[in-house]
């Protein structure tokens, strides 16, 4: 009998954790033939999720937990769960129940026809509020442009990775993970399904705009150069119009056609100055991705743990 393990990153989620559980096994329920478990990671919540999490494993031997020592962030917690299952393949989903668990059937389904990772995209919902829509669209439009790895537009981390996968995936040592960029750069065969996110069942979500556009750098970075080639070409831009514009003005002194003036001066001024600024901004943080990797700290600390089989 293969074994799924179900890896499932919690952060103050203490109202969704019973819910998720009833829905999850309502679907596992369906796929008599399998051996399940469930692996939920508390990310140093600090409500009463790990509470909830460590009454349903009392009650039922499928569900593990792993508890951080402290909120290392949603990538980290996932690569904390993928670490340590030690399933026949891993299904990795969000504890908010956006993530419908009956695609977990379809999945598995395509995971044993032969497909090493199946990840889902979303279908956009048109009664998402317009900023949002606009927003993730954009972003998969910057993305696909700067970076080298593509994505699918509405890729999400509610994914199947089979057991080849995700031990190369285990591999990975970075610090600044970008999962959905990593999987998509590993290759293997995979397939995409779509799906209608369903409504958050319960609290805020934890993605703020700060930690949207914090992810968006990330992916970026991580998989491209393109911001810095992309400062060359600007630099290399203004040089050569310099080089007309310089010989105008010098002829324009010598003959006596300037005249004083401070608007084009002061425009001129702050448009280079803010160039200037974002071209530093970008060599920041690809400066800052290196000194992070050199320091090579450990991803995460698990402070206590149901689940020893990997632990180390």
């Known amino acids: 009998m293969k074994k799924v393990s179900i890896v499932i990153p919690a952060f103050n989620e203490a109202s969704n954790i019973g819910k998720l559980y009833s829905e999850l096994f309502r679907t596992l329920s369906l796929l008599p033939n399998y051996q399940f478990e469930i692996i939920f990671v508390d990310d140093g919540s600090s409500d009463l999720t790990l509470k909830a999490i460590t009454d349903l494993a009392s009650t039922d031997p499928r569900v593990f937990y792993i508890e951080l020592s402290r909120n290392f962030g949603h990538q980290a917690a996932l690569k904390a769960g993928l670490d340590v299952a030690d399933g026949d393949c891993v299904i990795t989903m969000d504890s908010d129940l956006q993530h419908p668990p009956e695609m977990i059937v379809e999945m598995i389904e395509a995971w044993e026809s032969g497909f090493d990772i199946v990840f889902t995209k979303r279908i956009e919902d048109n009664q998402l509020p317009l900023f949002k829509r606009m927003t993730s669209k954009l972003y998969y439009f910057i993305y696909n442009r700067l970076s080298d790895v593509k994505l699918e537009t509405g890729a999400a981390d509610f994914r199947l990775m089979g057991r080849n996968a995700r031990e190369a995936f285990s591999n990975f040592t970075e610090r600044d993970l970008f999962i959905r960029g990593l999987v998509t750069w590993s290759g293997f065969r995979q397939k995409a399904i779509s799906y209608v ?9 934890k993605y703020s705009v700060y930690k949207m556009i914090s992810l968006a750098l990330k992916g970026i970075t991580s998989f491209s150069t393109r911001p810095l080639k992309l400062i060359a070409y600007i630099g290399i831009f203004f040089f050569l119009i310099s080089l007309v514009l310089v ?9 006596g056609h300037t005249t004083e003036g401070w608007t084009s001066l002061i425009t001129t001024v702050f448009f280079f100055g803010s160039l200037q600024l974002l071209m530093l901004g970008i060599i920041s943080v690809y400066l800052g991705k290196i000194v992070i990797e050199s320091k090579n700290r450990p991803l995460y600390f698990i402070r206590n743990s149901s689940y020893p089989p990997k632990i180390k």
Request: glycine share 6%.
């Open 197 to 205: 996110a369903n409504e958050r069942y319960s609290g805020k979500t």
């Open 247 to 255: 010989p105008y003005v010098l002829i324009s002194y010598l003959y």
